[in-house]
């Protein structure tokens, strides 16, 4: 007695296409043929059809069937490197589903990344938009600089936010130079903000260029001016010189 290809699936709780992928990649054996020509499976293929879904079921890749030894003798080390791999996973998992029903309670927001979610509300859009650009482009650590950073910019970050793209140059220069010392101080915390080597996941270029890019396009250009000037200003406070008087700053 055998079964055909439709009926080993049934048995074995699958369907007729995953019990011919198996074929194909060589985790089931062919199975002898009746003279008909339809397959005719045996009780040895549905118990191999069985041990490959317990340990489907249990989280092991395909590609990783053979290692755990369906058969009966499983590689310990193998099992271990899965369960680290599921543990991975889930621990992936419960941080989605934490920050879900932070979001969900009203608590966080979707456009900024892992570890963000109690300063978003603070930050402005163009803000949010960079930190996700941002996280593509530094590890973790910098990031978790990045956003102790952005807490302590407090009301500044949303004066920058409200400037308008023709504000006056007194305007300009007075938020410049609020803003310097709070640059300062992150320069002088974070030495790897002057030289990133080493917080990067991309090339040096990549990275330039991307944020260079990206402020180009999320900031106009009175809040990019602030930003330069502010940077100098910075710098200067760094090396014990005095701010730049009203109009010496970068011109837009």
Same mark, same amino acid.
């Given at each position: 007695?055998?079964?055909?290809?439709?009926?080993?699936?049934?048995?074995? *709780?699958?369907?007729?296409?995953?019990?011919?992928?198996?074929?194909?990649?060589?985790?089931?054996?062919?199975?002898?043929?009746?003279?008909?020509?339809?397959?005719?499976? &045996?009780?040895?293929?549905?118990?191999?059809?069985?041990?490959?879904?317990? =340990?489907?079921?249990?989280?092991?890749?395909?590609?990783?069937?053979?290692?755990?030894?369906?058969? *009966?003798?499983?590689?310990?080390?193998?099992?271990?490197?899965?369960?680290?791999?599921?543990?991975?996973?889930?621990?992936?998992?419960?941080?989605?589903?934490?920050?879900?029903?932070?979001?969900?309670?009203?608590?966080?927001?979707?456009?900024?990344?892992? *570890?963000?979610?109690?300063?978003?509300?603070?930050?402005?859009?163009?803000?949010?938009? =960079?930190?996700?650009?941002?996280?593509?482009?530094?590890?973790?650590?910098?990031?978790?600089?990045?956003?102790?950073?952005?807490?302590?910019?407090?009301?500044?970050?949303?004066?920058?936010?409200?400037?308008?793209?023709?504000?006056?140059?007194?305007?300009?220069?007075?938020?410049?130079?609020?803003?310097?010392?709070?640059?300062?101080?992150?320069?002088?915390?974070?030495?790897?903000?002057?030289?990133?080597?080493?917080?990067?996941?991309?090339?040096?270029?990549?990275?330039?260029?991307?944020?260079?890019?990206?402020?180009?396009? =999320?900031?106009?250009?009175? &809040?990019?001016?602030?930003?330069?000037?502010?940077?100098?200003?910075?710098? *200067?406070?760094?090396?014990?010189?005095?701010?730049?008087?009203?109009?010496?700053?970068?011109?837009?």
């Amino acid at each position: 007695m055998g079964w055909s290809t439709r009926e080993i699936a049934d048995l074995a *709780g699958t369907t007729v296409n995953t019990v011919r992928h198996y074929h194909q990649i060589g985790l089931l054996e062919q199975p002898d043929r009746m003279s008909n020509g339809y397959k005719q499976y &045996q009780v040895r293929h549905l118990v191999r059809l069985l041990r490959i879904r317990r =340990l489907r079921d249990l989280g092991v890749p395909l590609d990783q069937i053979d290692q755990v030894a369906v058969d *009966g003798d499983s590689s310990a080390e193998a099992l271990r490197a899965i369960d680290s791999d599921l543990r991975v996973s889930i621990e992936r998992l419960q941080r989605a589903r934490a920050e879900i029903q932070a979001i969900l309670h009203g608590s966080s927001l979707t456009d900024v990344p892992p *570890g963000f979610e109690d300063v978003g509300a603070q930050m402005s859009e163009a803000d949010r938009s =960079l930190v996700l650009i941002y996280s593509q482009l530094y590890n973790e650590e910098a990031m978790s600089d990045l956003r102790d950073m952005q807490e302590a910019e407090g009301e500044l970050s949303a004066d920058l936010d409200a400037l308008a793209p023709d504000a006056d140059e007194s305007v300009r220069q007075e938020l410049a130079e609020r803003y310097a010392p709070t640059i300062a101080k992150a320069l002088k915390d974070y030495s790897w903000l002057s030289d990133p080597k080493g917080h990067v996941t991309k090339s040096a270029e990549v990275t330039r260029d991307t944020v260079v890019e990206a402020i180009q396009a =999320l900031y106009n250009p009175a &809040q990019r001016d602030v930003i330069a000037r502010a940077s100098i200003i910075a710098n *200067g406070l760094l090396l014990g010189a005095d701010p730049p008087a009203e109009g010496e700053g970068p011109t837009p």
